[in-house]
């Protein structure tokens, strides 16, 4: 079965960068699977910032960005602030009307 | 504005059954699907299944396939989950959301969640 892959964490100082991945154990990720990315903090609803590889989502600053590099999907966060810190989830699209979600990310902003 | 207001916490016994609701506002129910979503505590986002608002079309994860039907009552603007077979692993907060099966349909809506305890 295949699983969708995430860092387990992310540490980023104030007002870096910091590249997030999504990958798979089997193959490479493509746009064919519309890379969505949530954002979670504790006690809250998910909240989506990016669908379709690289739509933001209404009201989602422009320093959330997402991409395909190489063979995942990426998800970067330029100029991270404060309120960042989260635990961002990918979503990849596995075809048959079914999903998968990663395994998340916990950022740290530090 | 778009709203999705999901039913209350519930506790149930191993082997029961839980029907949790998200009411819909806000917008034109059949013109989005509704994609339900649990999280374990202490754990990550699962995506369990989607269903069409318009043509009543789901599909489930493989991991819950057999124990659970999405169903849309297109006259209340509600779409409903049904988990059959509970076991202490179905312990989750259950959140719906205005979203297509890959989340790709526009802007997404989530619901404030529910808590579904399953306790002996």
């Known amino acids: 079965q295949t699983v969708v892959t995430q860092e387990p964490s992310f540490s980023v100082s104030p007002g870096g960068t910091v590249t997030l991945t999504c990958g798979l154990t089997?193959?490479?990720?493509?746009?064919?699977?519309?890379p969505s990315w949530h954002q979670q903090t504790p006690g809250q609803p998910p909240r989506t910032l990016i669908y379709?590889?690289?739509t933001r989502s209404s009201g989602v600053p422009d320093r959330f960005s997402g991409s395909i590099l190489g063979n995942k999907a990426a998800l970067t966060i330029t100029g991270a602030q404060a309120d960042d810190e989260s635990d961002y989830y990918c979503?990849?699209?596995?075809?048959?009307?079914?999903?998968?979600f990663g395994t998340g990310t916990k950022v740290t902003v530090l | 504005q778009v709203q999705l207001v999901q039913s209350g916490a519930e506790v149930k016994k191993p082997g029961a059954s839980v029907r949790v609701s998200c009411k819909t506002s806000?917008?034109?129910?059949?013109?989005?699907?509704i994609t339900w979503v649990r999280q374990a505590p202490g754990q990550g986002l699962e995506w369990m299944g989607w269903?069409?608002?318009?043509?009543?079309?789901?599909a489930y994860a493989r991991k819950i396939q057999g124990r659970v039907t999405m169903t849309a009552d297109t006259s209340t603007s509600t779409a409903y989950l049904e988990l059959r077979g509970l076991t202490f692993d179905d312990t989750a907060v259950y959140y719906c959301?205005?979203?297509?099966?890959?989340?790709?349909?526009?802007?997404?809506?989530w619901g404030q969640g529910t808590l579904v305890t399953v306790s002996s």
């Open positions: 089997s193959g490479s990720v493509s746009t064919t699977y519309f």
């Open positions: 979503v990849l699209y596995m075809g048959s009307g079914i999903s998968v």
């Open positions: 269903i069409s608002t318009y043509h009543g079309h789901s």
């Open positions: 379709g590889t690289n």
């Open positions: 959301a205005r979203a297509d099966s890959h989340f790709d349909s526009g802007e997404v809506h």
């Open positions: 806000g917008y034109t129910f059949t013109n989005y699907d």
